[in-house]
């Protein structure tokens, strides 16, 4: 099985506005070195990847298979909506979703980096 994390840099300009508009302030940076601190036993790991990113956080996708689950970013909210989508033949909603993260990915740095 192959392991992709993408997380927001918690030192951009990006992690920091979300924090301010999803109401937590600088909580988010923080919250994001956790997670790494959390993450450094699968760190390496041969199928596992993580990197980080300095998009504008607009959604979190967790993706297993051809199931998804997109947590919505609300501005000025920190809580949202989460879309459970299963990628259907005809549909393009999850694909949608799918090359967006791939877009993200594909200019992210490894950590470690």
Do not use: K
């Not at 994001?32 to 998009?55: F, K, M, Q, W």
């Not at 909210?77 to 259907?88: D, E, S, T």
């Not at 005809?90 to 949608?96: E, F, K, S």
């Amino acid at each position: 099985m192959r392991v992709r994390i993408l997380l927001g840099d918690p030192d951009c300009a990006e992690v920091a506005q979300r924090g301010a508009d999803g109401g937590v302030g600088d909580g988010m940076a923080p919250q994001i070195r956790s997670a790494l601190v959390l993450y450094r036993p699968i760190t390496g790991l041969e199928n596992v990847e993580i990197r980080l990113h300095d998009t504008i956080l607009y959604n979190s996708i967790y993706r297993a298979d051809d199931e998804f689950l997109v947590n919505t970013h609300v501005y000025g909210a920190g809580n949202a909506a989460v879309l459970h989508l299963r990628r259907v033949a005809g549909g393009d909603m999850v694909a949608t979703y799918a090359e967006s993260f791939e877009r993200v990915w594909e200019r992210a740095v490894p950590v470690g980096s």
